[in-house]
Each structure stands twice: as C-alpha cells, then as structure tokens.
C-alpha cells in the first residue's frame, strides 16, 4: 500500500502538524510533578488523565491488556520511582474489560487457528471462516507459551496484583499502592481495599 493512501496515517501526520504548530516545550525533567504512576488498561475507552484530572507532566500512564502487574508493568514502575521520583502508584481497572470475558485457552485457540482478528459472535470469540492469501501468516501454537493475565473475579485479580506489587523484592515499602476499579457506564472510580 501507498503511503500517501493511507487515511490513519495521514491523519497522525496532519494532526501532530497542528500540535506542533502549538507546541511550546515540555518539561525540563520527565519526573511526574505529582509522583503519581498509573497502571492502567490499554482499553481505548480509558482516559486516566481526564478520569484522575491530570495534565501533561502529571504521572506516567503505563498501559497493557487489562492493566496487570507484569513482569514488563513492574519494570516500568521500578525505573518510575527509582530514576524519576514517583512515590504514588495507582492500578485503575474497568468493568466490561475484555481480559475478564477471554481465557489463557480461548486466546491460544484461536491463534492456532490464525493470526488475524477474531469476531464476536452469537456470545463468543470466533475466527471467521476466511480465505487465507499469499500475506497471510498461518495460525501458531506459541500462543501456548504466553501468558495472557486473563482473569475472573475483578476484586480479587485487583488485590492479589497490589499484594504482588508490594512484595515485589525492587518495590520499596513506602510507596503508597492504591488500586481502583472506573465504571464504564458512571465514569466513577471506586477504591478497592
């Protein structure tokens, strides 16, 4: 495909034109001035600065599939606070996450079968019956060797991730941990305890 075809690309490139066009600078240090870090989900619903009332410059925002404490999340917060100050982290989930409504089989599964979207349907995830082309990569099992951090009972997953948090050897005992979980449909967050 043409470059110059390309709708979404196109668009990042005229829009970072405006926003550079208003552009004055960022910060003289990327430590957050509240020394705030947020893990969240990378749903596209989530807007932690507009959900927490943040501006640039705030917290760092870390993002992944239904906002787990990974061993890549972990890394994250350890350089967080160790390099840049942050003494706050927050895990904020969201009802309706899709990482409730799949399994660590479910995702495997599917891969197998091939690499391209699956569709919802009739309540469950499905590949569509497709007609394969010469670019299109065959389905894989190495889908079996990840980890998804899929999970059931919201809460739970929530606390046992702060409790995996901080008992972490590299997390300092005095970083406050805080998890929330934000209602899709009120807008509110509610502290999990």
């Known amino acids: 495909m043409d470059i110059s075809e390309n709708a979404i690309l196109n668009k990042i490139i005229e829009s970072n034109?405006?926003?550079?066009?208003?552009?004055?600078?960022?910060f003289d240090s990327g430590?957050?001035?509240?020394?705030?870090?947020?893990?969240?989900?990378?749903?596209?619903?989530?807007?932690?600065y507009s959900i927490c009332d943040l501006t640039e410059g705030d917290a760092h925002i870390v993002r992944n599939a239904g906002a787990r404490v990974t061993?890549?999340?972990?890394?994250?917060?350890?350089?967080?606070?160790?390099?840049?100050?942050t003494t706050t982290w927050c895990i904020i989930h969201h009802t309706q996450c899709g990482m409730h409504a799949l399994s660590?089989?479910?995702?495997?599964?599917?891969?197998?079968?091939?690499?391209e979207?699956?569709?919802?349907?009739?309540?469950?995830w499905k590949n569509p019956i497709r007609k394969l082309?010469?670019?299109?990569?065959?389905?894989?099992?190495?889908?079996e060797h990840v980890h998804w951090f899929t999970f059931e009972e919201q809460e739970e997953t929530l606390?046992?991730?702060?409790s995996v948090l901080r008992d972490h050897p590299l997390v300092p005992s005095h970083i406050d941990i805080f998890?929330?979980?934000?209602?899709?449909d009120t807008g509110n967050l509610r502290l999990v305890e």
């Open 17 to 26: 034109k405006n926003y550079a066009s208003k552009f004055s600078g960022l």
């Open 31 to 48: 430590t957050p001035k509240l020394r705030l870090a947020i893990l969240t989900c990378m749903d596209c619903r989530i807007n932690p």
């Open 71 to 85: 061993e890549d999340a972990i890394r994250s917060l350890v350089i967080s606070h160790k390099f840049m100050q």
């Open 104 to 115: 660590e089989d479910l995702i495997s599964d599917l891969l197998k079968g091939d690499l």
């Open 117 to 124: 979207s699956a569709e919802y349907a009739d309540g469950e």
């Open 133 to 143: 082309s010469k670019n299109t990569k065959p389905g894989s099992a190495y889908g």
């Open 159 to 162: 606390l046992a991730d702060i």
């Open 179 to 184: 998890g929330f979980i934000f209602d899709i």
